[in-house]
């Protein structure tokens, strides 16, 4: 694997996961409370 | 607010489904990365062509992303419930992510193989025009005052924003000649024992993309009835 490849890899995942676990965040803090904010 | 007692059963679906799906995406995730490392080299790109297990995926996904967006406001201005100008907005936030990913992944190839980040090809011109249809699309929902009117007008929106897609895709064979981007993938035009890997990539991004946009529509469902409850108590305040 040379350096692009794995660039391109490393951010996708990257954002893919971080993408992933900020909606579940969100959606826990949703589900919580009526004071929690909304998006 | 219209949508919640008459697609209660439909968010409540999209809720089990997004749980089910998790554990689908871990298991062709494995398999995804198995089958990329053990894929032939390209003899002439070298290994930079592995991108392709994951630029084109990427790009189906932006597709599906604004396909859903469109959907979402032809419901909405068909059946008036709120919840499908919610899977519009969440259509477009998730189509957006793969839409950058793609813009990310594609100079990071190009600059491997053509030797530039980026050319006015008509390919990559059209996919910036799209990026910039649904960022200003995101931008308009957020900055506009919450109502039918903003709805109807973001669905009217996205539903031509939608003709961009077939552009996208068809607009290599439009200007066949002064296109740098290669031809669309065909039956057969992939290399002996790269069609399994790029099958089964395109299998993950597709269930990450409906795994995401169940849990990105099912915030934004949350969010509207947490918005409501709050006013109906401030209303009893």
Known sequence: MNGYVLASYSITALTLILYGFYLNRKRKSLSEGPESNTS | MA???RLGALERR???????????LAALLVAYVWLVVGAPIDSVQGPIQKILYLHPPLAYGAYLGFIATGLGGVLYLWRGSEAFDRMAIAGAEVGLIFCTLMMVTGPIWAKGTWGTWWSWDPRLTVTLLLWFTYLAYLLLRSFAE???RAARFAAVYGIVGVVLIPLNYYVIEIFEARSMHPDNLERGSLGDGMGMPF???????FVAFVYLLARRWEVENLAARAALRESEEGDRK
């Open chain 2, 199 to 205: 099958l089964v990539a395109n299998l993950t991004f």
């Open chain 2, 146 to 148: 919450p109502g039918a």
């Open chain 2, 14 to 24: 999209v809720e089990r489904t997004g749980t089910s799906l998790s554990w689908l």
């Open chain 2, 3 to 5: 949508g919640f007692s």
